[in-house]
């Protein structure tokens, strides 16, 4: 896959200004990426295959926000290249005002800090309080390593909130304890930023398929269902940072299920 296939797409959500940046891919085998999945479901993919990660940069007017910071650099050949592509759209590091953490995978955080310090300086760090106490005690992980760097520049949340006029996170747990959801409005438009509670559109109608690094399935699956009617209900555009580029589309209803219907870049 060459990375530079993929330039960084632009939308906007009301008042808004949204990019869409690629971070670049990462490999994984199927048995982990669709775990409890049926094979005629996922017979298209190879067993071993590149996996997208997307994420998304909001321009309020006011305020400079990420949704996740990327693997970094340091750590895939194929990944790490949010901060090039933040370069590309003439943003440094140090414009950044918030970063949102949607849960503490290392392909969310690792971007983050390098050397122990924050890549993004000047941001709060927002993170669900029950995902930072998880990581912080995982002490020989690479996750409480890079959150633990951001320490100084980290707000704690424990109640779904408002962090910016139209701008909201919503605790989604089962991917991890502390997962959140996006969820942005403005001026009659809806973004939903799903994070990593759906893993391909292949598995739309399966709710019960889930990236192996989940830690409470069961609790995924009623989040994942919920999420789907809140999308439908809401009429609400989707991101999914681990669909195909550039992960935008909505869930409609196809039969007695849901379909995925992309928005293409």
Request: with cysteine; net charge negative; proline share 6%.
């Amino acid at each position: 896959m060459d990375l530079n296939n993929h330039e960084n797409v632009h939308i906007r959500v009301g008042s808004m200004d949204l990019t869409v940046l690629s971070d670049g891919v990462f490999p994984v085998c199927k048995d982990f990426f669709f775990a409890e999945t049926p094979e005629e479901m996922i017979v298209h993919i190879r067993s071993e295959f590149q996996a997208p990660i997307n994420f998304l940069f909001i321009d309020t007017g006011e305020k400079k926000i990420l949704v996740d910071g990327g693997f970094g650099e340091e750590y895939l050949p194929k990944s790490g290249q949010l901060l090039k592509q933040l370069k590309s759209e003439r943003i440094s590091p140090e414009d950044i005002h918030t970063v949102i953490i949607t849960h503490g995978h290392l392909d969310h955080i690792g971007g983050l800090a390098y050397e122990g310090h924050p890549v993004f300086p000047n941001a709060l760090h927002i993170i669900r309080e029950e995902e930072w106490n998880y990581w912080m005690e995982q002490k020989e992980t690479k996750e409480c390593s890079k959150l633990a760097a951001l320490k100084d520049h980290i707000s704690l949340v424990s109640s779904d909130i408002e962090i910016h006029p139209g701008i909201f996170l919503q605790h989604t747990p089962g991917h991890t304890d502390g997962h959140l959801v996006v969820s942005i409005k403005s001026e009659g438009s809806h973004l939903l930023i799903a994070s990593d509670i759906l893993n391909d559109p292949s598995t739309i109608n399966h709710p019960t398929s889930y990236i192996r690094a989940e830690v409470d399935p069961e609790k995924g699956m009623l989040t994942r269902k919920s999420f789907m009617k809140q999308a439908y209900n809401q009429s609400a555009l989707v991101f999914a940072c681990h669909y195909p580029f550039p992960g935008l589309g909505y869930i409609e209803k196809e039969n007695k299920g849901w379909k995925w219907s992309p928005v293409q870049d």
